[in-house]
């Protein structure tokens, strides 16, 4: 233990008051005027010697009386000081000694200090007789301390199959994709166990020493979701397969779908094909049919000008021939041997061995590879990476490739600039109706009651169309700083971008002059600096 702390005490004599000041032991923490100071204002004593009291405080060994005041005052009682802390999970005591002829302190005498303190709850009577014990004056006592609560747990949801939509297909040593070895989709057998969670813990509350209820930080439940062909547990905490089939997770619900095949092409014989589940032709998708699909669709032949959609991904072996016609639409990535005049847009990432005038966009990264690995015609957009082996053409084509902006910001922000310019233009035409109504109002023509409604009715127009131009206009304005901002976003050309081709990162524009071999091209401010691979 260590030292007593350094403390102060009033002696009353016959020419006046003294302070009695008492050195600290070793490893105890001297007395500080400040509290002397606090401790006779508490007392109502303003008038003394600070001087004298600082002086000794400054050359103090051992014990030393100091005179401070002419005027003898009444006997002091040992007392003690309680402070809470904000949060009232202790209360702190701290003990001063009597002066001359004043009377101790007892149990009662500091259980009613802290009843006065409010304190209701946690007494240790332990600290208190310490107290009473050793008599540590200018000291600190924890006299009571709230009952801790006891934090809870978020619940946890341990999902026994792959979620990670990342994955990309193995790539051969060529450069070209394995589609064999796709592994991308997480298969599960009737039985399986898919998911467990582990219930939250709202774990406990706690008492603070005046007696308020502390509550524990709030923890965040969970609960197993999924759609058909899925049960649970009888205590909800286990979920299992009841098909054969393939499993996937969209928005925390756990889906199981068996998959839909077609063992030749997707034509006339078939119809088109809307499924909840994936889909997995065998043969090709002829021109004018369509494939729409909750889960993932696989192609193992050739897309014609066909319209194929997945709420997850779209793996195509050999590519699509789109004739202009054809449409990808993926909420996750897109795979594709090669992809010629067709549009193309993913959720996700795109990866193919060549483009050749058609429109893709992608939310993620665009990788164009493989022994052939060219981008030639169209627009390519990506919200954060490019890579091609080439781009353009020796004949130069024109072809865009823009990254870092997410092409559903670039798309809302086009359509915002078509939507402001009509509204605008309707509001014009209202602005023409109520002055037309206003100058016959001017010059006293009485309108009819149905000229009234009209009037009342192309006025509120008026004002819904203001609010709908400045909300579009707000949207607007914080799309084009958002994209102004953004300076992500990378092109990579192993190979050769030629004359033609124009680059835009985040609304920066390069326009290619001459031939650039072996570059990236990243955005620095207002410029795009091309650096060597």
Same mark, same amino acid.
């Given at each position: 233990?260590?030292g007593?702390?350094?403390?102060?005490?009033?002696v009353?004599?016959?020419?006046?008051?003294?302070?009695k000041?008492?050195?600290?032991?070793?490893?105890?923490?001297?007395?500080?005027?400040?509290?002397?100071?606090?401790?006779?204002?508490?007392?109502?004593?303003?008038?003394?010697?600070?001087?004298?009291?600082?002086?000794?405080?400054?050359?103090?060994?051992?014990?030393?009386?100091?005179?401070?005041?002419?005027?003898?005052f009444?006997?002091?009682?040992?007392?003690?000081?309680?402070?809470?802390?904000?949060?009232?999970?202790?209360?702190?005591?701290?003990?001063?000694?009597?002066?001359?002829?004043?009377?101790a302190?007892?149990?009662?005498d500091?259980?009613?200090?802290?009843?006065?303190a409010?304190?209701k709850?946690?007494?240790?009577?332990?600290?208190?007789?310490?107290?009473?014990?050793?008599?540590?004056?200018?000291?600190d006592y924890?006299?009571?301390?709230?009952?801790?609560?006891?934090?809870?747990?978020?619940?946890?949801?341990?999902?026994?199959?792959?979620?990670d939509?990342?994955?990309?297909?193995?790539?051969?040593?060529?450069g070209?994709?394995?589609?064999?070895?796709?592994?991308?989709?997480?298969?599960?057998?009737?039985?399986?166990?898919?998911?467990?969670?582990?219930?939250?813990?709202?774990?406990?509350?706690g008492?603070?020493?005046c007696?308020?209820i502390?509550?524990?930080?709030?923890?965040?439940?969970?609960i197993?979701?999924?759609?058909?062909?899925?049960?649970?547990?009888?205590?909800?905490?286990?979920?299992y397969?009841?098909?054969?089939?393939?499993?996937?997770?969209?928005?925390?619900r756990?889906?199981?779908?068996?998959?839909?095949?077609?063992v030749?092409?997707?034509?006339?014989a078939?119809?088109?094909?809307?499924?909840?589940?994936?889909?997995? %032709?065998?043969?090709?998708? !002829?021109?004018?049919f369509s494939i729409? =699909? &909750? @889960? /993932?669709?696989? +192609?193992? *032949?050739?897309?014609?000008?066909?319209?194929?959609?997945?709420?997850g991904?779209?793996?195509?072996?050999?590519g699509?021939q789109?004739m202009n016609?054809?449409?990808?639409?993926a909420?996750?990535?897109?795979?594709?041997?090669?992809?010629?005049?067709a549009?193309?847009?993913?959720?996700?990432? %795109?990866?193919t061995?060549? !483009?050749?005038?058609?429109?893709?966009? =992608? &939310? @993620? /990264?665009?990788? +164009?590879? *493989?022994?052939?690995?060219?981008?030639?015609?169209g627009?390519?957009?990506?919200?954060?990476?490019?890579?091609?082996?080439?781009?353009?053409s020796?004949?130069?084509?024109?072809?865009?490739?823009?990254?870092?902006?997410?092409?559903?910001?670039?798309?809302?922000?086009?359509?915002?600039?078509?939507?402001?310019?009509?509204?605008?233009?309707?509001?014009?035409?209202? =602005?023409?109706?109520?002055?037309?109504?206003?100058?016959?109002?001017?010059?006293?023509?009485?309108?009819?009651?149905?000229?009234?409604q009209?009037l009342?009715?192309?006025?509120?127009?008026?004002?819904?169309?203001?609010?709908?131009?400045?909300?579009?206009?707000?949207?607007?304005?914080?799309?084009?700083?958002?994209?102004?901002?953004?300076?992500?976003?990378?092109?990579k050309?192993?190979?050769?971008?030629?004359?033609?081709?124009?680059?835009?990162?985040?609304?920066?524009?390069?326009?290619?002059?001459?031939?650039i071999?072996?570059?990236?091209?990243?955005?620095?401010?207002?410029?795009?600096?091309?650096?060597?691979?």
């Amino acid at each position: 233990m260590k030292g007593r702390n350094g403390y102060f005490q009033l002696v009353m004599k016959g020419d006046g008051t003294y302070i009695k000041l008492t050195e600290a032991e070793q490893g105890g923490n001297p007395v500080f005027y400040d509290e002397i100071s606090n401790y006779l204002i508490d007392r109502k004593v303003y008038e003394y010697d600070k001087i004298a009291i600082g002086r000794a405080l400054t050359s103090l060994k051992d014990t030393i009386e100091v005179k401070i005041t002419d005027t003898i005052f009444p006997p002091i009682d040992e007392c003690v000081k309680i402070v809470l802390d904000e949060e009232h999970m202790y209360a702190k005591g701290r003990f001063y000694p009597s002066s001359t002829n004043g009377h101790a302190i007892s149990k009662d005498d500091i259980i009613s200090a802290l009843v006065l303190a409010k304190v209701k709850c946690g007494l240790d009577e332990q600290a208190i007789n310490e107290f009473l014990l050793e008599k540590r004056f200018c000291t600190d006592y924890f006299l009571a301390k709230a009952t801790p609560t006891i934090p809870g747990r978020d619940a946890v949801i341990t999902y026994h199959f792959n979620t990670d939509l990342t994955l990309k297909p193995k790539t051969n040593e060529d450069g070209s994709v394995d589609f064999h070895k796709l592994d991308m989709i997480s298969h599960c057998n009737k039985g399986d166990l898919l998911a467990t969670l582990e219930p939250m813990d709202p774990g406990r509350p706690g008492i603070d020493v005046c007696g308020n209820i502390v509550r524990p930080s709030k923890v965040i439940n969970q609960i197993l979701r999924h759609g058909n062909k899925i049960h649970l547990s009888e205590d909800g905490q286990k979920m299992y397969s009841d098909v054969d089939g393939h499993v996937s997770l969209t928005d925390g619900r756990v889906f199981v779908s068996d998959t839909y095949e077609v063992v030749a092409n997707v034509d006339a014989a078939t119809g088109d094909i809307t499924y909840d589940g994936n889909v997995v %032709v065998k043969g090709n998708v !002829i021109t004018g049919f369509s494939i729409r =699909a &909750k @889960g /993932d669709v696989e +192609v193992n *032949g050739a897309v014609e000008g066909a319209y194929i959609e997945a709420g997850g991904q779209i793996v195509l072996k050999l590519g699509i021939q789109g004739m202009n016609k054809g449409i990808l639409k993926a909420n996750g990535n897109i795979i594709s041997k090669f992809i010629e005049n067709a549009e193309v847009i993913a959720g996700g990432y %795109v990866s193919t061995e060549s !483009i050749l005038h058609s429109k893709v966009s =992608a &939310k @993620g /990264d665009i990788v +164009v590879g *493989g022994k052939r690995g060219f981008v030639t015609g169209g627009e390519i957009r990506s919200g954060t990476m490019i890579t091609v082996n080439s781009a353009g053409s020796q004949m130069g084509t024109f072809t865009l490739l823009e990254v870092g902006i997410d092409p559903n910001v670039l798309v809302e922000f086009r359509d915002l600039e078509k939507k402001i310019a009509s509204m605008t233009t309707d509001k014009e035409k209202l =602005a023409q109706a109520l002055s037309v109504f206003r100058k016959k109002m001017t010059l006293g023509t009485q309108l009819t009651p149905e000229k009234k409604q009209y009037l009342k009715q192309v006025t509120q127009n008026n004002i819904v169309m203001e609010t709908q131009i400045k909300e579009a206009r707000k949207r607007y304005d914080d799309l084009k700083i958002e994209m102004d901002n953004n300076s992500t976003g990378c092109i990579k050309v192993t190979d050769t971008v030629y004359t033609g081709t124009k680059l835009v990162i985040s609304n920066v524009v390069f326009f290619v002059r001459d031939n650039i071999q072996h570059s990236k091209f990243i955005r620095d401010r207002a410029d795009i600096k091309v650096l060597p691979l």
